[in-house]
C-alpha cells in the first residue's frame, strides 16, 4: 500500500536551463495535447495542483511538483521524487515557430534531462493507433538510458462503452480515468497505477 503523505507545486520552466537541479528522481507525463496529462497528476496524487482544461493547449511549461509517498511494507520506506507536468504533443492553435520552438524545448528536455527515471505515455483509450502516439512511443524508446523506463496509460476510459473497456483491459494494459467510481471498481484503480509509477521511479523490472 502506499501513503500520499505530501504533494506540491514547486516551479516552472520554459527550457532546460531554466529547470530546477537535477537533483531528484522525476516521473515525467507526456502525451498528445488534451489527453489529460494535468487531470491524470491530479487524479494521482488526490490534489488539484496541475492546470487542465477543456481547451487543448493549456500546460504551456514545463511544471515540477514535489511529491513525498511511503511504501507500507514490513519495512515501510519513504519516498521522494518529483512529478513534471509538460505541454501537449501537437497543439496547434499557435503559429509555425511557437509550436517549433515549445517542441524543441521539450524534446530538448527529454532528452538531456538526466534525473528521469520514469516516463509516463498517456494515450487517448478511444484513439489508441494515432500516428503522433506512435512517433512518440517510438523516440522515447530510442532515448531511454538502462536506469529509465517507459509506461503507457489509457486515459479517458470512462468514455469507451463497457465491451470497449473489456477489450481494452484484456490486452493488459493500464487503464486510467478521472472518474472514480469506474476505474477503481474492476480495473485496479489508482493505486495500481501509483504502484507502478514507483516500481519505475525505483526501477523495478515489473513493466
Ligand atoms: N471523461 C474524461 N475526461 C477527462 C479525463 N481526463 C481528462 N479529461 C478532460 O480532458 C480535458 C483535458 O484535460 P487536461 O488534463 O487539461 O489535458 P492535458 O493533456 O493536460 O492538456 P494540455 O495541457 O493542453 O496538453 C479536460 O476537460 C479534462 O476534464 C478522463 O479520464 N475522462
Ligand atoms: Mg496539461
Same mark, same amino acid.
Given at each position: 500500500? +502506499?501513503?500520499?503523505?505530501?504533494?506540491? @507545486?514547486?516551479?516552472?520552466?520554459?527550457?532546460?536551463?531554466?529547470?530546477?537541479?537535477? $537533483?531528484?528522481?522525476?516521473?515525467? @507525463?507526456?502525451?498528445?495535447?488534451?489527453?489529460?496529462?494535468?487531470? @491524470?497528476?491530479?487524479?494521482?496524487?488526490?490534489?488539484?495542483? !496541475?492546470?487542465?482544461?477543456?481547451?487543448?493547449? =493549456?500546460?504551456?511549461?514545463?511544471?515540477?511538483?514535489?511529491?513525498?509517498?511511503?511504501?507500507?511494507? #514490513?519495512? &515501510?520506506?519513504?519516498?521522494? @521524487?518529483?512529478?513534471?507536468?509538460?505541454?501537449?504533443?501537437?497543439? !496547434?492553435?499557435? &503559429?509555425?515557430?511557437? =509550436?517549433? $520552438?515549445?517542441?524543441?524545448?521539450?524534446?530538448?528536455?527529454?532528452?538531456?534531462?538526466?534525473?528521469?527515471?520514469?516516463?509516463?505515455?498517456?494515450?487517448? !483509450?478511444?484513439?489508441?493507433?494515432?500516428?503522433? %502516439? #506512435?512517433?512518440?512511443?517510438?523516440?522515447?524508446? =530510442?532515448?531511454?538510458?538502462? %536506469?529509465?523506463?517507459?509506461?503507457?496509460?489509457?486515459?479517458?476510459?470512462? =468514455?469507451?462503452?463497457?465491451?470497449?473497456?473489456?477489450?481494452?483491459?484484456?490486452?493488459?494494459?493500464?487503464? !486510467?480515468?478521472?472518474?472514480?467510481?469506474?476505474?477503481?471498481?474492476?480495473?485496479?484503480?489508482? #493505486?495500481?497505477?501509483?504502484?507502478? +509509477?514507483? $516500481?519505475?521511479?525505483?526501477?523495478? #523490472?515489473?513493466?
Amino acid at each position: 500500500m +502506499i501513503i500520499l503523505k505530501d504533494s506540491k @507545486f514547486l516551479t516552472s520552466a520554459t527550457n532546460l536551463q531554466g529547470c530546477p537541479p537535477p $537533483d531528484m528522481m522525476e516521473v515525467v @507525463f507526456l502525451g498528445r495535447s488534451n489527453v489529460g496529462k494535468s487531470t @491524470f497528476i491530479n487524479t494521482i496524487l488526490e490534489k488539484n495542483l !496541475a492546470k487542465s482544461s477543456s481547451t487543448p493547449g =493549456k500546460t504551456q511549461l514545463i511544471n515540477f511538483f514535489s511529491v513525498l509517498w511511503e511504501k507500507k511494507a #514490513e519495512d &515501510s520506506q519513504s519516498i521522494s @521524487f518529483r512529478f513534471v507536468d509538460l505541454p501537449g504533443f501537437g497543439y !496547434a492553435k499557435v &503559429s509555425k515557430g511557437t =509550436k517549433k $520552438d515549445w517542441e524543441d524545448n521539450l524534446w530538448n528536455f527529454l532528452n538531456h534531462r538526466s534525473c528521469i527515471k520514469l516516463f509516463v505515455h498517456l494515450v487517448d !483509450a478511444r484513439h489508441t493507433q494515432l500516428q503522433i %502516439d #506512435e512517433y512518440v512511443s517510438e523516440i522515447i524508446q =530510442k532515448l531511454l538510458k538502462p %536506469d529509465q523506463r517507459l509506461l503507457s496509460i489509457y486515459t479517458k476510459f470512462d =468514455k469507451l462503452n463497457k465491451n470497449e473497456q473489456h477489450r481494452l483491459y484484456q490486452k493488459g494494459k493500464l487503464v !486510467a480515468s478521472n472518474n472514480d467510481k469506474i476505474i477503481n471498481k474492476n480495473y485496479g484503480g489508482k #493505486e495500481r497505477i501509483r504502484e507502478m +509509477i514507483l $516500481d519505475g521511479v525505483l526501477g523495478i #523490472e515489473r513493466i
